[in-house]
Structures are given as C-alpha cells and as structure tokens.
C-alpha cells in the first residue's frame, strides 16, 4: 500500500519553520543584497562583483508507477538535495570591455556520484561597439532564445522551478543551456535584442544516449555531427528598461521596478534531430529542429507605500523538433529506472525507458501556453522576519506524440524574509503520467504529487 503523504509533508514544512528561526536568517548585511563589488576606481562604473546563490530542498514526491531505487521498487521518496549552486564573478573593466563567468552544479541528492563535478556554466567577455547599443561577445554563453526564461537569474526564480520546456535543449546539444559560440546584444531605444550563433556540443558527449541504437521511429535528437545553431530573443519594453548586462533575466522583481514588456524570439538547428521511416531497413530521415515562441512579462509595484506587488508572465511556443518528438524529464529524479521492459518491437519503448520517478513528458513538437503569476503582500507582512508572496503556475501542452494534452501545475508561497537573499519556499506540484501501450500513443493514466521546501540564500 502506497504511504500517505500527510505525515511527510508536516515534516517538511517543520524543517522550513526550523530553520527560520535560525540566528542566520536575521537583518540581512545591506552591502551584499547586490553581490560583493569592487570597485575599480571613483567612477562607479567599473567593478568586479562576486555573487552566490544556493537553493537547498527538502522534498516528498509520488513516483511514477513501476520505480525503482537501484533494485527496490517505490512508490514514494522523501528526500534532501542541492538543487542549485552558484558563484558568479562579472565585471566592468572599462567603458567597453565586460566579462561574466558562473560556476555551480546543480541536483546533487542521494543518487549522485561521490565528489560530483561542478562546472562552469559561463565563460565570456564581450566589447562594445556601440555603447548600449551593440556589444558582441564570444564564449561559453547563454545569449538564448527562443523565450524571456530560456534562462533565467536563478537567485530571482518567483516559482520553484522555471519553465523547463522553454531551456529548449538542455544537456543535449548544450551544458545546461550554454553552447561555445559568439552573440550580439544591445538596446535600440525600447527594443532589447540578443542574437547568437553557437556549435553545439556532440550528443555523445551528453551521457544521455541508453542503448546501442538511439534512433527510432520517431524523432530524437541527433547523434551525428551537429550544425550551428541560431537562436534570439527580442522584447519591446514599454517602461522601465532592463539590464542586459549578463544573459540571465529576472524572474521577479517584488515591486522595485515597473515592468512591462512584450518579447519574441526564435531557435534554429539544421538536421538536429532523425528518426527511421523505414525501421526494418533503417531509411533514416533528418529534420530542422524550429521553434518560435512569443511572450509577455509585467512585473511592478500596485501599492508603493505599502510595498505589494504583482508579478505575471505568459507565453505561446509552437515547436517543431521533427516527428512525434518527446522528451520526458524531471527535477532531480529521485528514482534510478523504471521496471517495466517493453519488447524491442514496441514503438513507445524509449518512452517507457525514461518514464520513472518524478519524470513526465514536458517537451515536445507541438504547441506549448504558459502562464505564471505571484502577488508579493505588504512589506513587513510578519514584522522583521519579512512578507510572503503566493504564487502559482500552468503549462498546457498539446504534442503530437500524446493522446491527451499535457498539463502540471504548481502552487505555492514565498516567504520573503529579506527579499531574495533569505528566502523560504512551499510548493506543491500535479504532474501527469501518460501509459504508453504498444501501438498506441501513450495517454494520461493518473497525476501525481510533490512536495518541496526550499530555503534559499543569495547575496
């Protein structure tokens, strides 16, 4: 019999109460809210600034029927991590010369190899041609299209998570979103835009490939050779203007700026993915990996005097990664595999392969809405520990691959105890299971829950 949430939940939310009340968690240092700069001479304009960001998790999640643990099968994991860490040292060296290197690791939990790897996710210095107006740069980089959190200032994230589907070919042809290549970016008065050119990473690189023969009948991303990739985004900001000092947008900015934008952008990849036409004499077909998406992202303050705040962004995408592609994936799986092993002629076996623990079919060819909004309570809502900010989350996606549409929600609070610099976090989240039976598109059998609680701390 499955075990009942209940219990787990309390104890999760006392872990987040617990560590409030630490001596840590008091009046945040007013100098490092924005980073430990220095600066380079009187001007103020050039610095060097060092910031950090670590999201820790306490999590209870409903796995996917048929998970299993190394050899035990589960229907449930309570469960610790590090979802996110880190170290971002940018600068200002002169009037035209910028750089910005991260390093971090993300989902370290009970699974992971001993001494995991971290990685550096940024490597770039950029020019500028034209002050504001155009600076081109090179490197390691996340200039990303083809939407507003294809990647996102992970210390501002307003949800648990952001919209994965929209980091459109994580730890694929990329590491985690970045791909070695050059960019431009720059501000035509209301306009920002950021274009980049980049060689993906080979796949094989990925240890993402199971089996002797990834290719199928239906489309996955391609093991051969790969194309250059072109991606970029542009938004039109009707007031306040943004930063684009690093890659990264903000998530939310709880009322210290008014925003309003409407943005746009595109990802294009010659032959990124193949599939078999043909399986008994394996006539293989390529096809361009195309997306499109187009959004919109308000964020201000609604009473300035009392500090409340709304926050709201929504989104269409209509991706085309070639036939019948899907890719299912989660944060931080807490299972190892799936029991099930469907025949090596079934048509949905890869799908059953990757179909275990908290893993659900979120990105797919086909046509994706997004919408998320966060509403920030007055300032000093629970006195000197702070305020909270409710927030909640929706995709709904029809993909060519699925019987059904696919949707997951999540809900939950933030409480704000200095901004995003100490910060704890109750979600909970409904996701889909789709059953693949042989023949037939896999369809919606059940939805499942998870509980997390997140303290972050950031400067």
């Known amino acids: 019999m499955q075990k009942k949430s209940g219990p787990v939940i309390k104890i999760l939310f006392t872990v987040g109460l617990a560590l409030s009340m630490a001596n840590s968690f008091g009046q945040f240092p007013e100098k490092l809210k924005n980073g430990l700069r220095l600066e380079l001479d009187s001007t103020q304009r050039h610095h060097i600034t060092l910031n950090m960001t670590a999201q820790l998790w306490a999590r209870y999640t409903d796995l996917n029927p048929g998970s299993v643990v190394v050899t035990q099968a589960e229907p449930n994991v309570t469960d610790f991590s590090i979802r996110r860490i880190r170290f971002i040292l940018s600068g200002a060296l002169t009037d035209r010369v910028n750089f910005f290197v991260q390093f971090g690791q993300n989902n370290l939990n009970y699974l992971s190899a001993r001494k995991a790897g971290s990685f550096f ?58 791909r070695l290549g050059v960019y431009a970016k720059g501000k035509l008065q209301k306009l920002d835009y950021r274009v980049s050119v980049a060689k993906p990473f080979m796949l094989q690189t990925a240890g993402v490939i199971s089996g002797a023969d990834p290719i199928n009948e239906s489309s996955a991303f391609s093991t051969l050779p790969t194309h250059l990739a072109y991606q970029g985004y542009f938004s039109y900001q009707f007031l306040e203007s943004e930063s684009n000092f690093g890659p990264a947008t903000i998530g939310s900015y709880q009322g210290r700026k008014k925003v309003f934008n409407l943005g746009g952008g595109f990802y294009y990849q010659k032959n990124g993915t193949f599939h078999y036409t043909d399986i008994a004499t394996k006539d293989t077909t390529r096809q361009n990996i195309v997306l499109l998406s187009v959004d919109v992202f308000y964020d201000a303050p609604l009473n300035e005097k009392k500090g409340t705040a709304l926050s709201a962004y929504a989104s269409f995408s209509h991706y085309d990664y070639g036939y019948n592609f899907i890719k299912l994936g989660s944060a931080s799986n807490p299972a190892t595999r799936t029991a099930y092993q469907p025949a090596p002629t079934n048509p949905n076996r890869y799908f059953t392969q990757f179909n275990y623990g908290n893993a659900y079919p979120y990105l797919g060819t086909g046509n994706i809405g997004y919408v998320q909004v966060g509403y920030k309570l007055r300032n000093h809502l629970l006195n000197d520990q702070g305020t909270l900010q409710p927030y909640a989350n929706f995709q709904y996606a029809r993909y060519d691959r699925l019987a059904n549409p696919m949707y997951v929600f999540n809900v939950g609070v933030n409480w704000l105890i200095y901004g995003n610099n100490s910060k704890i976090s109750l979600n909970y989240q409904n996701r889909p299971y789709f059953v693949s039976n042989a023949g037939q598109a896999p369809a919606e059998s059940k939805r499942l829950a998870e509980w997390v609680v997140q303290y972050q701390v950031a400067f």
């Open 121 to 178: 996710h940024d490597i770039t210095a950029d020019y500028a041609v034209v002050p504001k107006k155009l600076s081109i740069g090179m490197g390691l980089n996340g200039w990303n299209g083809p939407s507003r959190f294809s990647n996102i200032a992970v210390s501002s994230i307003m949800v648990i998570d952001p919209p994965a589907f929209q980091e459109v070919t994580s730890d694929t042809y990329d590491q985690f979103v970045r």
